[in-house]
């Protein structure tokens, strides 16, 4: 009756040991039996779960999961209910949790079983990751952000570079333009007077008469071209201004 006593002393103590360690873990810590359903639930799991032990025990787990895993699920409970076995004993998985308020969040389990002479059952221990995927799509968008404020500078010194090359020459075109624009209006007159004395003549190749009405058009066409030439070179560098505002922060 001593050794009896004693054995049930050790198993109460054993117990309590593992209770204050389930009870003080960091991740939530949850076992079900052969049958599916929750037979211990820590502290740890209320707080990320949302049920107190009083409304999940007894309950299937697959009340934490989505429903498009529920099958899935129930597949492979069965087989290792039957042949005591499972892929997933022994390994990390990424899953998906529900909470009590419908919601879903990001989860790390690792499983592992254990037998008793009334029954086998599976525990599994849970870490919420919903901290770290924030942190980790946070930290993805401040790199995208990185490469396209790169891509912007350098587009910028693009732009720059362009804009200063294209704009140098044009400006000497618009400038020739008027200077061209201006001869011929000086040269028209003796051009006029020089037909009449002497009758029909060439002039580039063509008759001057058709010169006559197509040079200004030339020149106004040459001198227009520029000016679309400036407005865009205008707009370039209105875009990279906008792109430099863009990458300094606001003032606080």
């Known amino acids: 009756m001593g050794e009896r006593q004693q054995a049930v002393a050790a198993l109460r103590a054993s117990e309590e040991r593992f209770r204050a360690i389930t009870e003080s873990a960091n991740d939530a810590i949850i076992s079900a039996d052969s049958s599916g359903n929750i037979v211990s639930w820590n502290a740890r799991a209320e707080a990320i779960f949302g049920y107190t032990a009083e409304e999940i025990l007894g309950t299937p787990l697959t009340r934490l ?7 899935a699920h129930l597949e492979r409970f069965r087989q290792w209910s039957t042949t005591g076995s499972s892929r997933l004993v022994g390994t990390t998985v990424e899953f998906s949790g529900v909470r009590k308020d419908g919601s879903e969040f990001p989860l790390e ?7 008793t002479a009334h029954d086998n059952y599976v525990t599994g221990i849970i870490r919420d990751l919903t901290a770290q995927k924030q942190l980790q799509e946070t930290t993805r968008q401040q790199k995208l952000q ?10 910028g010194t693009l732009v720059s570079s362009v804009a200063h090359e294209i704009n140098n020459p044009n400006q000497v075109v618009l400038m020739n333009s008027r200077v061209l624009a201006q001869a011929w209006d000086d040269a028209v007159g003796n051009l006029d007077d020089y037909a009449q004395e002497h009758g029909a003549f060439s002039l580039g190749g063509l008759p001057y008469s058709e010169m006559r009405r197509t040079v200004p058009t ?3 066409d040459v001198h227009d071209g520029a000016r679309r030439i400036e407005r865009i070179v205008d707009d370039l560098k209105h875009f990279r201004d906008r792109a430099d505002e863009e990458l300094i922060p606001p003032c606080s």
């Open 65 to 71: 999961m989505p429903t498009r895993y529920h099958v």
């Open 109 to 115: 389990i690792s499983l592992s079983t254990w037998s």
């Open 146 to 155: 990185l490469i396209q404020a790169n891509k912007m500078t350098a587009l």
């Open 218 to 220: 030339l020149v106004q």
